[in-house]
């Protein structure tokens, strides 16, 4: 795409365009936070109930695309120009990819979502039994797993293959130059980065104010603080001022060494867990489901339960609902991997952003699951506990409870810094026509609107309905996914004409494609 001087470096009309969207969407949750609530609500449900099949075929050929492409010759086309090396090394790479991915999720539903498919809402068998108990550790691998990072490696490859391969901006629209050519007009490419944009906007916002709750949560547990709007709010100054001062001191040095401190804390949590917890069920535990999770792959990535109205709307409610969830919060995740892997083979990139954090996602789901479900299965109740406090009442039952509880609320605060530091560096980019370093202006203004945006929903209660629309944005925004996926094939089969890459010769083995 080409720009004037200096226009690369000004706030393009995507700024102005999806800033009145968002104002106007969080005004009506102020006004009418219940009528947003139920109008969103009500859309969501006719799309998951409609759409459930179309959003699982869909993922699934990401799934099988971005396999493809591991196992292809193709996998060899580095991410950037001949002798270009990554910047990051593989431990810092890997933990700024998994805190902007999924590092508050984990945390908050770690404990929680194998509790709840165990002893509130099974997938298959009668809840409390054995059976269900099982199947809550497959499912919760499933949805934390290959399918959602599928999602996120396969739009952060396609920006940094046209990013770093073919010096394209770092925008969405610009992906699918190769396949729309003439077609991608100036009014498209705004309507594309603004549904982008969009989502990053609400997801970042609804994820500050679900994070301050379950700060709020633990400090409640721990130091008998009130779980109210005031101490909410000072938690998000608080990580506002943070993130902000992170910001500004750029990628190499505020998201790296936070990404860095999230890695060490979460394995060290999770040993402590692994051993004053159920140290052998756990492993055993994680081997079984484990092994149910690659038998039924196949199985659990199709599954719709046409016939079985309880069954479909436990698909919609979780499976359909974290499809939809990973969609919208693809630009975003996609944007900041693609920025960070510069100069990554495809292989090596996809590998890396797939299997690794599946691998990690299985050992937190198992460590924490057992802890919560162990508990619940001692006698003591968690179900009657909100969201974002199970983890913590799960410590409560547990030795060095108190100390688990100051590790978690620390993970979580500085998880909540990273995502939310990552998006404002995103959302620069995306309105500053793809720049590879947005003015630190543009990051501040992005970060004051996102925690103002959290503040006024918590305080009115349309944090709700602004989730919902974040799930409904997730809709067009596959089918922009649907074209990456043939722009992208068509670049791709081209240039493996170009390598001859068919059969891999010897002569290019050591070769710098």
Not at 15 to 36: E, N, R
Not at 193 to 203: K, P, Q, R, W, Y
Not at 260 to 286: K, R, S, W
Not at 354 to 372: D, K, Y
Request: include cysteine; aromatic fraction near 14%.
């Amino acid at each position: 795409m080409e720009t004037k001087k200096g226009s690369s470096h000004k706030i393009t009309n995507v700024f102005w365009i999806t800033l009145a969207i968002t104002l106007a969407f969080v005004a009506v949750g102020i006004v009418a936070p219940k009528g947003l609530a139920d109008v969103t609500a009500s859309v969501q449900n006719f799309i998951t109930t409609t759409f459930g099949w179309y959003y699982l075929i869909f993922v699934s050929l990401l799934v099988i695309f971005c396999f493809y492409l591991i196992v292809s010759p193709i996998g060899s086309i580095k991410l950037g120009k001949a002798g270009e090396k990554p910047k990051y090394s593989t431990i810092s790479w890997f933990g700024m990819l998994f805190s902007a991915g999924m590092g508050v999720g984990l945390v908050f539903w770690g404990a929680t979502e194998p509790l709840s498919h165990y002893a509130i809402s099974s997938p298959e068998a009668e809840p409390g039994t054995n059976q269900a108990l099982m199947d809550a550790f497959r499912f919760s691998f499933f949805h934390w797993g290959i399918h959602a990072w599928a999602i996120y490696a396969f739009v952060g490859l396609t920006l940094a293959y046209f990013q770093f391969r073919h010096d394209k901006a770092g925008l969405i629209s610009a992906t699918l130059d190769p396949l729309l050519g003439k077609w991608m007009k100036p009014s498209v490419r705004v309507t594309i980065d603004v549904i982008a944009v969009f989502a990053t906007i609400v997801g970042v916002a609804t994820t500050l104010g679900f994070g301050a709750t379950q700060i709020n949560g633990g400090l409640s547990f721990l130091f008998d603080i009130p779980v109210n709007f005031k101490v909410q709010i000072m938690i998000i100054g608080i990580v506002t001022v943070l993130f902000l001062a992170s910001a500004m001191s750029g990628l190499g040095r505020g998201v790296k060494w936070l990404s860095n401190t999230n890695m060490v804390l979460a394995v060290l949590l999770m040993i402590i867990v692994i051993i004053v917890g159920p140290t052998l069920l756990t492993l055993n535990m994680m081997t079984d489901a484990t092994g149910a999770y690659m038998q039924n792959f196949v199985g659990m990535s199709f599954r719709t339960d046409p016939v079985n109205a309880a069954g479909r709307e436990w698909i919609n409610n979780w499976t359909i609902f974290y499809w939809s969830w990973f969609i919208s919060w693809s630009p975003f995740v996609g944007i900041f991997i693609a920025r960070v892997s510069k100069g990554r083979r495809i292989r090596e990139f996809l590998a890396g952003v797939i299997l690794l954090p599946t691998v990690l996602s299985i050992v937190w789901f198992s460590v924490f699951g057992t802890a919560s479900t162990s508990v619940q299965r001692a006698g003591f109740d968690l179900t009657s506990l909100k969201t974002e406090e199970v983890l913590f009442g799960t410590f409560n039952h547990m030795p060095l409870g108190s100390l688990l509880s100051v590790i978690a609320i620390f993970l979580i605060g500085v998880f909540f810094i990273t995502s939310a530091d990552s998006a404002t560096y995103v959302l620069g980019m995306q309105t500053m026509n793809g720049v590879m370093n947005p003015a630190n202006r543009v990051k501040f203004i992005w970060g004051i609107i996102q925690s103002l945006i959290a503040s006024i929903l918590l305080f009115s209660g349309g944090l709700e309905g602004l989730q919902n629309m974040l799930i409904i944005v997730a809709l067009p925004f596959s089918v922009i996914m649907l074209l990456m996926m043939l722009s992208l094939s068509k670049a791709l089969r081209k240039e493996r004409r170009d390598l001859g890459l068919y059969i891999k010769p010897k002569s290019l083995r050591k070769t710098n494609f």
